[in-house]
């Protein structure tokens, strides 16, 4: 129901987009997500998105990461500008109220390279 994509190398201060398409019953008035899980450390929320538009950001990505949603295409999107080497991760999109979505994608994974 979740796929997400985008994931790859980028080098610090550069840019990368992540996107995850959801079937039309996951995508309708859910909150959509991403988290992230570093090696060695619990996963973690990055950002949310809820059906009216309003975006929560966790601290650590506030003013470089930014989530979107296109409706038209049941996708959602994270763009990532200048990450850090600390921004490696696996990202996980998910559908449902932050901190217990109740459906989640394969990850994709993420390095950033100093």
């Known amino acids: 129901q979740l796929q997400a994509c985008g994931g790859g190398l980028v080098q610090s201060g550069g840019s990368l987009r992540l996107s995850c398409a959801a079937s039309?019953?996951?995508?309708?008035?859910?909150?959509l997500d991403w988290f992230r899980q570093a090696p060695g450390k619990e996963r973690e929320f990055v950002a949310a998105?809820?059906?009216?538009?309003?975006?929560y950001y966790a601290d650590s990505v506030q003013g470089r990461f930014t989530i979107s949603k296109d409706n038209a295409k049941n996708t959602v999107y994270l763009q990532m500008n200048n990450p850090k080497p600390e921004d490696t991760a696996v990202y996980y999109c998910?559908?449902?109220?932050?901190?217990?979505?109740?459906?989640w994608g394969k990850g994709t994974q993420v390095t950033v390279a100093s």
């Open positions: 998105i809820t059906w009216t538009d309003a975006k």
């Open positions: 039309l019953g996951t995508f309708g008035t859910a909150t």
């Open positions: 998910a559908a449902g109220p932050v901190p217990n979505p109740i459906s």
